[in-house]
């Protein structure tokens, strides 16, 4: 096939685009809020991260192949450390990182349809001065991406249900509510997605992580704070301390 | 010629120089840096004083730097190879973190350090970009502090109750060796409180020695350099926890 065989070209795309979502389901939701501590990410695995370190203000959680996660991983981390070496760590920002590495090096290999298509979703953060300074990026497998302004980013395979669980935490959040609250929300929306039942806030004192552990799941959190002594923001957090 | 056998001062010197004179330019220098442990982990302090010959060039120079959670740098020598290559640690050791998921170990921090002392051989060499720097980490295996102190060729030391670097720790090393051998308490069986007294302590005495070293002055809220390495990580210790702790020593 050649390039002057459009019709061919946009068959095998939609092709690919139904593969990748097919090969998507069955992974499960990840999460990032923005809060007055800083940035919360969560998700829950079966062995394999979902969340990580990218430079010092930066972090990702994603969903998908573990060898694409790791792919993209290594591609961002590289061009932050390059930046911050080259300039300096101030100079090292998402948007930068996704307009002009992350964005093009995901759409020309979601484009290249003779290779093997990256099979992840994700989120990126990045800590600011204040929440209102704080960066969510949704980033799809295409190279799309999107920056998210009500402070919650929910990742799921399910676009309808995405923006639902969105939209749902964004109406039970407040500024007062604790990370062990928010966990704990995120928690209960990642069991409703993935059981495909309505959303419903945790009653008090209900057990949930037990649940999870006894499926062989674990749960990763952690923190962009907005303050402290060390100019590397990233925190991971026990999930026994917090739900 | 000054007769000292120390061959790392003869080489910047000609070989076929003047006799009757030196007829050097005096090169940019970062003094004086010292670690010691005390009770909970390890202290590393130092002035605020970079030198250029007898011109003092700045008194705020800033000489212990956080290379990560749990690693020091204490530089002396020429300051822009030394916080040059602390910037290259700090992102050695966070790119490996990251894209390893675990952390660099303390050998192979101390690897990274003594690579890039060797790798700077023609500047020490040529006399104007010697570094001779103090390393202290912490070995995640064992959550145990370590001091280390480096030649400007890159061969490392553990100091294993202190280490001194700079032409004011001469000084610094012989009280430290004195308390370590007959003080009461020796420094590593001190609190807090009490070692950041001492490293106050033994940079005015330095000072009194060497007029490269820039003294302390808590009257004046003038306090040294200090940075913790505990089981925790690194932490910087204030200039109000400081006077705190100058002004309980004196009542």
């Not at chain 1, 649940?211 to 957090?237: H, N």
């Not at chain 2, 212990?64 to 740098?73: F, K, N, V």
Request: hydrophobic share 45%.
């Amino acid at each position: 096939m050649t390039t002057d065989e459009p019709y061919r070209w946009l068959d095998a795309i939609a092709n690919r685009r139904e593969y990748i979502r097919d090969q998507l389901k069955g992974a499960t939701p990840v999460f990032a809020f923005s809060r007055p501590e800083g940035i919360l990410l969560l998700g829950v695995g079966t062995g394999q991260s979902k969340v990580f370190e990218v430079y010092d203000r930066q972090a990702l959680a994603a969903l998908g192949h573990p060898v694409d996660i790791e792919k993209i991983r290594q591609t961002i981390i590289e061009a932050a450390h390059r930046e911050g070496f080259t300039r300096a760590p101030e100079d090292v920002t998402l948007r930068r990182l996704l307009n002009f590495s992350l964005g093009p090096a995901l759409k020309a290999g979601f484009e290249q349809i003779f290779s093997a298509p990256l099979i992840v979703e994700c989120v990126f953060a990045e800590i600011g001065v204040g929440s209102a300074d704080d960066v969510l990026a949704r980033v799809g497998f295409d190279g799309t991406y999107r920056f998210e302004n009500g402070g919650v980013s929910v990742v799921h395979t399910e676009a309808a249900d995405e923006a639902a669980a969105t939209e749902w935490l964004r109406g039970q959040l407040s500024e007062t509510l604790s990370l062990s609250e928010v966990s704990r929300l995120a928690l209960a929306v990642w069991r409703a997605l993935t059981a495909g039942k309505p959303f419903a806030a945790p009653e008090v004192g209900a057990a949930l992580a037990a649940p999870l552990a006894a499926e062989g799941r674990t749960i990763e959190v952690a923190l962009l704070e907005r303050k402290g002594p060390s100019r590397v923001r990233y925190l991971p957090l026990s999930p026994a301390e917090l739900v | 010629m000054n007769g000292d056998g120390d061959f790392l001062s003869l080489l910047p010197k000609s070989a076929f120089g003047s006799v009757s004179g030196e007829a050097k330019t005096a090169a940019l220098e970062a003094t004086t840096v010292f670690a010691f442990h005390y009770a909970d982990g390890v202290i590393v302090a130092g002035d605020h004083r970079a030198t250029a010959g007898n011109i003092v060039f700045s008194d705020r120079t800033e000489k212990i730097l956080e290379l990560d959670r749990h690693s020091l740098m204490a530089i002396a020598g020429s300051p822009s190879i030394a916080i040059e290559m602390a910037r290259t640690l700090q992102t050695a050791f966070d790119f490996y973190r990251r894209s390893q998921l675990q952390p660099m170990s303390l050998a192979a921090k101390m690897r990274a350090l003594s690579r890039l002392l060797h790798d700077n051989l023609p500047a020490t060499l040529q006399g104007f970009g010697t570094v001779a720097p103090i390393f202290a980490g912490l070995d995640p295996a064992t959550n145990r502090p370590s001091i280390f102190f480096y030649d400007p060729l890159g061969a490392q030391f553990e100091g294993v109750d202190y280490a001194g670097s700079g032409s004011g720790s001469g000084s610094i090393k012989s009280v430290l060796h004195f308390l370590e051998q007959w003080g009461g308490p020796k420094p590593r069986e001190m609190t807090l409180a009490q070692a950041v007294v001492l490293a106050n302590r033994l940079l005015m005495t330095a000072a009194e020695f060497d007029t490269a070293t820039g003294g302390v002055d808590p009257l004046r809220n003038d306090f040294a350099t200090i940075k913790l390495l505990g089981a925790a990580g690194v932490r910087t210790l204030s200039v109000a926890e400081q006077a705190d702790f100058w002004r309980q020593s004196l009542s």
